[in-house]
């Protein structure tokens, strides 16, 4: 049934959701991160850590999105897998 190798076919989805999970608490913890640089350049402003607010958090995040993206659209292949159309009850 699934693509990868499990003694339990629905392993890849959960693992796909865990996955999904966690890079969504990192990604959390880079919009906190990305606050408080923000917030001390408004207070002290300084001309490199203002270079890297316009580029690195959000370059950090929008990879993250991708995998996000990425997993889910795998988790979805999974589950058509796991319940094929032609096997849906009415």
């Not at 699934?2 to 880079?30: C, F, R, W």
């Not at 316009?54 to 796991?82: C, D």
């Amino acid at each position: 049934m699934s693509t990868l190798p499990s003694g339990d076919p629905y392993g890849p989805v959960y693992n796909l959701l865990d996955a999904i999970t966690m890079k969504h608490m990192e990604m959390a913890q880079q919009v906190t991160e990305y606050k408080a640089m923000i917030e001390d350049l408004e207070e002290r402003p300084d001309a490199d850590k203002i270079k890297l607010a316009r580029v690195l958090p959000g370059a950090r995040y929008t990879v993250n999105t991708t995998f996000v993206r990425e997993a889910w659209l795998k988790a979805e292949a999974e589950l058509k897998l796991l319940f094929p159309e032609d096997q849906v009850q009415p």
